[in-house]
């Protein structure tokens, strides 16, 4: 299963008649099974690209295609994770997870078997129970990727899920994802504007411009898994990415 | 370990009345307290309330009365809050109209009420009504229209349908500040109440006990009226405030 | 089917709270007759909505309420202690302005118009009726007399009678004999120095008084006296060196006078209007007003629940009116009575407004009902 | 390009209520527009309102009220509110007090009102204050007590005294929640005025008005009253919100 | 000009007559015109124990010393700049800068020729006029930066200033603060807890345990200015100081 992103531009109608336009002629493609970072400055329209893509937005031109079939609006092959906070605080962790089930149709009891499931891979079986606000931030960001996952999607975008976390937090969850990832194999595009993060987790990376985002580089990691962030290896990718993208072309900064 | 502090005011004013209600000597202006607590501990007895019944009958009238309009009010405002605050056409439709019917005191539609329902209990629910309707409907369009759109697209991206998202996200997300409406809505209809038992034809009623009072200068029945006025709406707003803490502590936990 | 007999004849009596909702509520269906004091019966007919029976003078038993008392002029008593040469002012005046009243009708009813609604037109959809013309038709229905003479008193203490059977009076009026009654609700000392300072032409002179005098009154053309002093203060300055001065002249309905007495200003006086007697007489129980133009039971009231008020003279007699709807095939009171109870026996009993329990209107109206053999229901 | 939306009910409602009144012929339950609209159109004539003054006067009266109510309102409430939002030992003391004589509607201190401030402007306002004091009151200490504790500390380590923090820290940072209570204030001090001008001894106003046209079954300017009552009441409104628009867009646009 | 923390522990009272020990025993010294940074992980007691040093707070036990004399309470000599956001939303830049001026009793004239100076200082003269709402999270630190410094301060206590910025910004803003901190020889205590950051600006670490926060180790980091993130020795420091603070001791994880 292929995903295709073709010609995306979009352009923002804004008060007064004017436009701004956010994404101007994005291509690229991701494999199945694949890694994909999505790498560019804050504001360059990286979330207006994930939205499109999966469906929350119309793109002005262009369009997505999956195995080279146009799908408009949302399908359910896709799951979103939204850079903000986006539990239910008024949900359950269990009950969170089963709502894209419940919508869906399946049968309550059902749908908890299925969210102990998720809930057990993304290490909270103890903690079905708790509401929202009574997690940390980091046990948070995983009861969403639980919430997502359960819905059985094929593609998980992933909208800078760790930006709000500390160091450490974030380093663990990233670990974690790589586990998931390879237990269930499914495409994931991850935006973030770490290139630590995308070196870390990344089978290759889509870097953006500034407003209007254009694809500017598209490099792949050729690091063998697992990756050691402090090793000598890993900084040298990771210079070599901050050469590539410190070309005038790219600027990102 | 409760602090007395609290209790310092109420029993300076306690003992300052009395003290006032010696000096002034005018059961007209100030009684003094050995007439109004008589009253205050035969909740149930009538012999103080000039033959309207006792206080806890009268009590009992006025919550039902409040009870009802305060009930018809959250049914017409919460489904048309709901509709409002989601669809941009009827809030333009409707708001330049409630936003001029809003400011009308609900005593200023004593005279139209009697007219249009009659003497009984559908005029006095009318102005219950007019009062608590406004601020539920306010609220629940700003609960829906404050929403976090975050919430409404995971539910899309999790293949909601419109009926799930208004069930199980919007209803779930808005009833905080819903619930805030309520609270002040009742608050008004209860305000409203004595207003409403002003109307003619009325004789029972925490309202009507005062006006009647005051018509033969009772002012300790007017006193112990207002008394037990304070206690319930005391009482019913940590009523509410109870279940805000119950079921929305997730909002002011969140974040 | 023969209907089974009623088991009674019964009407509804409920109270309105003054004479304010009345028309609306017959206007609407919501009632079958009123009674009210002037002008309210009058607007029945000018609104299309009903018309009147009968005056309250021919309200049976036959005879009884002929000259019935209705409004007085009441006054604190501790400022009839200290301040009796303002009472006299006060009292010769109403007096004055009374006879004036008698013997000028239509300009009296005029002025009465132009305080009550600005000689305005009262507007019933189609219809728009001069103010001016309702008061004048009411006017004759009310006779102003002021002498606090026998019968007028005893005219009285019935009332007193008949709030007490109401359970009205609780207090130092309860178990009275009529003797003590008169003595602790009339002085009619004012009146009578009054009538001496007419009779020889000079008003004594109060001294100033630094205090504000609050003098309560009802929106009726039974206080044309009121109306028509303050309005023609003028003529009573000039003929008879007394008056009650508007200090707002353009108004129709000033709220501030002066007293003038022979030229000189002895106190600011303060025109409260009421809605109905009890409000005016819980004012002079704080001694908000000191004075009042009111109906005499809610100063009977009043008194019986320790306020110290006396009533001082009469303002009126008479001047209440019984409406029916206009659907009533009634035409007096004989075949009111029979509407009324085949309206009963139909399951559909009258429903009969009067303005607060233990009003004047409300104890006659008990009174004939009961005469009739109508027996009340309440609510 | 302003849609014309907005109007289509008011103008559908005029409509119909003209039909109506056509259908129902009862001036006491749906007078004409043929009736009302002369009222309205000549807001400064006397010749429709029964001698009580002309629309304009009496709204100007009532405003008066409203503005001395209003004004001594927040004068006691915005001080008192910093003390308690300040001062725990404050807030212990009066609170409970408080929430006691805070649901007892404001027409129920109409009879002790009238004892103790006797007939005229001062029982009136009082009336009112009664009204606007609570609301005024408790976003006052809500306001306080949800100011930014950072914002408080920042001050002081750079050297702030307790008067510059209550001064250049407190009052600006509750300033919006303190807005909004004046807001609410204003509009049920408003919804007042009609229940105080029904106080006897009163000749003006646009509550005294509706009830003066009420004694005579006037429904017509019963209706007029109502209008202005929604218009100024609008106004006023918009002038609260214009004014946190201008001075507090800061609050919404913060973060 | 030497601060001394000595023997700080605070324990922190909890509802149910319980006590929360936050920090135990700390005690360093900060030379002048030193930069510091306290590491430590998340919830450790790091704004805790800057709260004290700026008499913000009060320790259970122990002291804070200026050239040996005991401090208590808040001190004119310290400024403190606070993870949360902290300006005022209504003043503008400038009179955000001029507060501290104000209250120190300045003239408002004077006071408002000052804060251009510190404005300038951290490059944001255009903005005087603008409202905090109308600027970037990175300008909005810089203006705390600008605010502290105007009141002529001798020691800067910072309290991850940075942590909500993205990377590129934080990395700019790190930059800009070490150029301050040359021309204007402030003593800077910075609390983080990205080891990158601290690695880059500090002169010496403190790196503290998880709570109780005690001292685990104090680390000089022996890098010349201007250091270069991407390069190797600069990796080589950032690993050692990884390796050091994994100790068992430490429990930074
Ligand atoms: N609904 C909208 N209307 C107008 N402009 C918008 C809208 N949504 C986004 N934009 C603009 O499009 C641009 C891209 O926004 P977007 O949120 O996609 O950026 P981003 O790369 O995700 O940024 P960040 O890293 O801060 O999350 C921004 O300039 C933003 O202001
Ligand atoms: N006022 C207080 N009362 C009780 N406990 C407190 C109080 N302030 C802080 N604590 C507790 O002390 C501990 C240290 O808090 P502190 O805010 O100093 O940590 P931190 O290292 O700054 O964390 P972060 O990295 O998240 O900013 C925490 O466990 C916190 O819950
Ligand atoms: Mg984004
Ligand atoms: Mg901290």
Same mark, same amino acid.
């Given at each position: 299963?292929?995903?295709?992103?073709?010609?995306?531009?979009?352009?923002?109608?804004?008060?007064?008649?004017?436009?701004?336009?956010?994404?101007?002629?994005?291509?690229?493609?991701?494999?199945?099974?694949?890694?994909?970072?999505?790498?560019?400055?804050?504001?360059?329209?990286?979330?207006?690209?994930?939205?499109?893509?999966?469906?929350?937005?119309?793109?002005?031109?262009?369009?997505?295609?999956?195995?080279?079939?146009?799908?408009?609006?949302?399908?359910?092959?896709?799951?979103?994770?939204?850079?903000?906070?986006?539990?239910?605080?008024?949900?359950?962790?269990?009950?969170?997870?089963?709502?894209?089930?419940?919508?869906?149709?399946?049968?309550?009891?059902?749908?908890?078997?299925?969210?102990?499931?998720?809930?057990?891979?993304?290490?909270?079986?103890?903690?079905?129970?708790?509401?929202?606000?009574?997690?940390?931030?980091?046990?948070?960001?995983?009861?969403?990727?639980?919430?997502?996952?359960?819905?059985?999607?094929?593609?998980?975008?992933?909208?800078?899920?760790?930006?709000?976390?500390?160091?450490?937090?974030?380093?663990?969850?990233?670990?974690?994802?790589?586990?998931?990832?390879?237990?269930?194999?499914?495409?994931?595009?991850?935006?973030?504007?770490?290139?630590?993060?995308?070196?870390?987790?990344?089978?290759?990376?889509?870097?953006?411009?500034?407003?209007?985002?254009?694809?500017?580089?598209?490099?792949?990691?050729?690091?063998?898994?697992?990756?050691?962030?402090?090793?000598?290896?890993?900084?040298?990718?990771?210079?070599?990415?901050?050469?590539?993208?410190?070309?005038?072309?790219?600027?990102?900064? | 370990?409760?602090?007395?502090?609290?209790?310092?005011?109420?029993?300076?004013?306690?003992?300052?009345?009395?003290?006032?209600?010696?000096?002034?000597?005018?059961?007209?202006?100030?009684?003094?307290?050995?007439?109004?607590?008589?009253?205050?501990?035969?909740?149930?007895?009538?012999?103080?309330?000039?033959?309207?019944?006792?206080?806890?009958?009268?009590?009992?009238?006025?919550?039902? &009365? @409040?009870?009802? =309009?305060?009930?018809?009010?959250?049914?017409? #405002?919460?489904?048309?809050?709901? /509709?409002?605050? $989601?669809?941009?056409?009827?809030?333009?439709?409707?708001?330049?109209?409630?936003?001029?019917?809003?400011?009308?005191?609900?005593?200023?539609?004593?005279?139209?009420?009697?007219?249009?329902?009659?003497?009984?209990?559908?005029?006095?629910?009318?102005?219950?009504?007019?009062?608590?309707?406004?601020?539920?409907?306010?609220?629940?369009?700003?609960?829906?229209?404050?929403?976090?759109?975050?919430?409404?697209?995971?539910?899309?991206?999790?293949?909601?349908?419109?009926?799930?998202?208004?069930?199980?996200?919007?209803?779930?997300?808005?009833?905080?500040?819903?619930?805030?409406?309520? &609270? @002040?809505?009742? =608050?008004?209809?209860?305000?409203?109440?004595? #207003?409403?038992?002003?109307?003619? /034809?009325?004789? $029972?009623?925490?309202?009507?006990?005062?006006?009647?009072?005051?018509?033969?200068?009772?002012?300790?029945?007017?006193?112990?009226?207002?008394?037990?006025?304070?206690?319930?709406?005391?009482?019913?707003?940590?009523?509410?405030?109870?279940?805000?803490?119950?079921?929305?502590?997730?909002?002011?936990?969140?974040? | 089917?023969?209907?089974?007999?009623?088991?009674?004849?019964?009407?509804?009596?409920?109270?309105?709270?003054?004479?304010?909702?009345?028309?609306?509520?017959?206007?609407?269906?919501?009632?079958?007759?009123?009674?009210?004091?002037?002008?309210?019966?009058?607007?029945?007919?000018?609104?299309?909505?009903?018309?009147?029976?009968?005056?309250?003078?021919?309200?049976?038993?036959?005879?009884?309420?002929?000259?019935?008392?209705?409004?007085?002029?009441?006054?604190?008593?501790?400022?009839?202690?200290?301040?009796?040469?303002?009472?006299?002012?006060?009292?010769?005046?109403?007096?004055?302005?009374?006879?004036?009243?008698?013997?000028?009708?239509?300009?009296?009813?005029?002025?009465?118009?132009?305080?009550?609604?600005?000689?305005?037109?009262?507007?019933?959809?189609?219809?728009?009726?001069?103010?001016?013309?309702?008061?004048?038709?009411?006017?004759?229905?009310?006779?102003?007399?002021?002498?606090?003479?026998?019968?007028?008193?005893?005219?009285?203490?019935?009332?007193?009678?008949?709030?007490?059977?109401?359970?009205?009076?609780?207090?130092?009026?309860?178990?009275?004999?009529?003797?003590?009654?008169?003595?602790?609700?009339?002085?009619?000392?004012?009146?009578?120095?009054?009538?001496?300072?007419?009779?020889?032409?000079?008003?004594?002179?109060?001294?100033?008084?630094?205090?504000?005098?609050?003098?309560?009154?009802?929106?009726?053309?039974?206080?044309?006296?009121?109306?028509?002093?303050?309005?023609?203060?003028?003529?009573?300055?000039?003929?008879?060196?007394?008056?009650?001065?508007?200090?707002?002249?353009?108004?129709?309905?000033?709220?501030?006078?002066?007293?003038?007495?022979?030229?000189?200003?002895?106190?600011?006086?303060?025109?409260?209007?009421?809605?109905?007697?009890?409000?005016?007489?819980?004012?002079?129980?704080?001694?908000?007003?000191?004075?009042?133009?009111?109906?005499?039971?809610?100063?009977?009231?009043?008194?019986?629940?320790?306020?110290?008020?006396?009533?001082?003279?009469?303002?009126?007699?008479?001047?209440?009116?019984?409406?029916?709807?206009?659907?009533?095939?009634?035409?007096?009171?004989?075949?009111?009575?029979?509407?009324?109870?085949?309206?009963?026996?139909?399951?559909?009993?009258?429903?009969?407004?009067?303005?607060?329990?233990?009003?004047?209107?409300?104890?006659?109206?008990?009174?004939?009902?009961?005469?009739?053999?109508?027996?009340?229901?309440?609510?």
């Amino acid at each position: 299963m292929t995903l295709t992103i073709r010609n995306i531009t979009k352009d923002f109608l804004v008060p007064g008649d004017q436009s701004i336009c956010a994404l101007s002629e994005i291509t690229f493609s991701v494999a199945d099974e694949e890694f994909v970072s999505v790498l560019g400055p804050s504001g360059c329209g990286k979330t207006t690209l994930l939205r499109i893509i999966a469906g929350l937005e119309y793109a002005t031109s262009g369009s997505i295609e999956i195995n080279g079939e146009i799908i408009s609006g949302r399908s359910p092959r896709m799951a979103m994770i939204f850079q903000e906070y986006s539990l239910y605080p008024w949900r359950t962790v269990r009950d969170n997870v089963t709502f894209g089930l419940e919508v869906g149709g399946m049968h309550k009891s059902q749908a908890r078997e299925v969210a102990q499931t998720y809930l057990h891979l993304v290490g909270l079986d103890d903690f079905a129970d708790r509401y929202p606000h009574e997690l940390s931030g980091g046990m948070r960001q995983r009861v969403t990727v639980a919430r997502a996952l359960a819905i059985k999607p094929q593609i998980l975008l992933m909208d800078e899920p760790f930006g709000a976390l500390d160091a450490q937090t974030r380093n663990r969850l990233q670990e974690e994802l790589l586990e998931i990832w390879e237990k269930t194999k499914k495409t994931i595009i991850f935006v973030t504007h770490s290139v630590d993060e995308a070196v870390y987790l990344a089978d290759r990376l889509i870097v953006l411009t500034s407003r209007p985002a254009r694809v500017c580089e598209v490099i792949p990691i050729h690091l063998a898994r697992p990756r050691d962030r402090t090793g000598q290896e890993f900084a040298r990718v990771r210079r070599q990415v901050l050469d590539l993208i410190a070309q005038p072309k790219c600027s990102l900064q | 370990m409760r602090s007395p502090v609290p209790l310092l005011l109420p029993v300076l004013l306690i003992v300052g009345w009395e003290v006032a209600a010696h000096f002034i000597d005018n059961p007209f202006i100030l009684p003094s307290l050995t007439t109004v607590i008589p009253i205050l501990l035969h909740p149930f007895s009538d012999k103080f309330t000039l033959g309207t019944g006792s206080l806890v009958d009268n009590a009992a009238v006025s919550l039902f &009365r @409040v009870a009802l =309009g305060f009930a018809l009010a959250a049914l017409i #405002a919460i489904p048309l809050g709901i /509709g409002m605050g $989601r669809s941009a056409l009827l809030n333009n439709i409707l708001d330049a109209t409630i936003e001029l019917l809003r400011p009308i005191p609900p005593l200023a539609w004593v005279p139209l009420a009697l007219a249009w329902f009659k003497i009984g209990l559908v005029s006095i629910v009318f102005i219950i009504l007019i009062g608590a309707f406004f601020p539920i409907l306010l609220n629940t369009i700003d609960g829906v229209k404050s929403i976090k759109r975050t919430w409404v697209e995971v539910a899309l991206t999790l293949g909601a349908r419109e009926s799930d998202i208004l069930g199980k996200v919007i209803l779930h997300g808005a009833a905080p500040t819903i619930w805030t409406g309520l &609270r @002040v809505g009742f =608050g008004i209809s209860w305000m409203c109440v004595v #207003a409403a038992e002003w109307l003619p /034809g009325t004789t $029972r009623g925490l309202g009507y006990l005062i006006l009647y009072a005051y018509n033969f200068g009772q002012t300790n029945v007017i006193i112990a009226g207002m008394v037990i006025i304070g206690i319930i709406g005391i009482v019913i707003d940590q009523v509410f405030k109870a279940g805000e803490r119950r079921w929305f502590s997730w909002r002011a936990l969140e974040r | 089917i023969t209907p089974s007999p009623p088991a009674e004849n019964r009407v509804s009596l409920i109270q309105a709270r003054g004479t304010g909702p009345m028309p609306t509520l017959l206007g609407t269906g919501q009632i079958d007759a009123y009674i009210a004091w002037q002008p309210t019966p009058e607007v029945a007919p000018l609104a299309g909505i009903g018309k009147v029976l009968l005056y309250s003078g021919d309200l049976p038993p036959e005879g009884k309420w002929k000259n019935h008392p209705c409004c007085v002029l009441s006054a604190r008593q501790d400022t009839i202690a200290e301040q009796p040469d303002l009472v006299n002012a006060i009292s010769a005046l109403t007096i004055l302005s009374t006879r004036y009243v008698t013997e000028h009708p239509d300009e009296s009813a005029e002025i009465v118009a132009d305080w009550l609604a600005g000689k305005g037109n009262f507007t019933y959809g189609n219809v728009s009726v001069s103010s001016v013309d309702v008061l004048k038709q009411a006017f004759p229905t009310v006779k102003f007399v002021n002498e606090p003479t026998g019968p007028w008193i005893n005219g009285n203490i019935e009332f007193v009678h008949a709030l007490r059977e109401l359970g009205v009076l609780t207090g130092s009026l309860a178990n009275t004999t009529d003797e003590e009654t008169i003595a602790i609700l009339f002085d009619t000392g004012p009146y009578y120095q009054a009538k001496a300072m007419i009779e020889s032409g000079t008003i004594i002179t109060p001294p100033s008084s630094g205090k504000e005098i609050g003098i309560g009154y009802l929106n009726s053309d039974h206080d044309a006296a009121l109306f028509v002093a303050v309005k023609n203060w003028q003529y009573f300055n000039d003929n008879y060196g007394i008056a009650l001065k508007p200090v707002d002249r353009t108004t129709s309905k000033p709220e501030k006078a002066e007293l003038i007495v022979n030229g000189q200003k002895i106190a600011n006086v303060r025109l409260v209007p009421g809605d109905a007697g009890p409000q005016l007489m819980q004012l002079a129980s704080t001694n908000a007003i000191q004075m009042a133009y009111v109906g005499n039971p809610p100063v009977i009231a009043a008194a019986d629940k320790g306020t110290p008020i006396k009533i001082v003279l009469a303002i009126n007699t008479e001047g209440s009116g019984v409406v029916v709807s206009k659907e009533s095939p009634a035409t007096d009171w004989k075949s009111f009575v029979d509407w009324a109870k085949a309206r009963s026996a139909a399951g559909k009993p009258l429903v009969i407004a009067a303005p607060g329990k233990g009003s004047i209107q409300d104890v006659m109206i008990r009174y004939s009902l009961e005469e009739s053999d109508l027996s009340i229901i309440e609510e």
